[in-house]
């Protein structure tokens, strides 16, 4: 099993930039493909991004694409989520995910590796 634990959450203005953070325990971290989902209050959670094992493929929710960067840091146990220009509706609590299974399912369920999640609020 892997245990996460996400940081770098905070209060931005509308248009600024945070950089969210998930360290990663337990098994070796490079064995799973690592996700980012977000959930709005009362919204579902959705995805936002991904990454492969080795960090050469990623894919986004098209909504988030040009705006949000995922990269991973094996040497150091933990995925990052660059977000720029960022606006009032990403405000959500962000979660880090895991799964440990091929590449290709980016629903809540493909993931069975949880956090916490880091709350993210943009202010207009």
């Known amino acids: 099993q892997v245990q996460l634990v996400e940081s770098g959450g905070g209060l931005v203005q509308a248009g600024g930039s945070l950089r969210l953070s998930c360290a990663a325990s337990?098994?070796?971290?490079?064995?799973?493909?690592m996700g980012w989902f977000r959930q709005a209050p009362g919204k579902e959670r959705e995805f936002v991004s991904a990454?492969?094992?080795?960090?050469?493929?990623?894919h986004y929710s098209d909504s988030m694409k040009g705006r949000f960067t995922i990269s991973r840091d094996n040497a150091k146990n933990t995925v990052y989520l660059q977000m720029d220009s960022l606006k009032p509706e990403d405000t959500a609590v962000y979660y880090c995910?895991?799964?440990?299974?091929?590449?290709?399912?980016?629903?809540?369920?493909?993931?069975?590796?949880w956090g916490k999640g880091t709350l993210v609020t943009v202010s207009s």
């Open positions: 995910a895991a799964r440990d299974t091929g590449w290709g399912s980016f629903d809540v369920e493909g993931f069975a590796y």
């Open positions: 337990g098994r070796t971290f490079s064995s799973y493909i």
């Open positions: 990454i492969s094992k080795r960090g050469g493929i990623t």
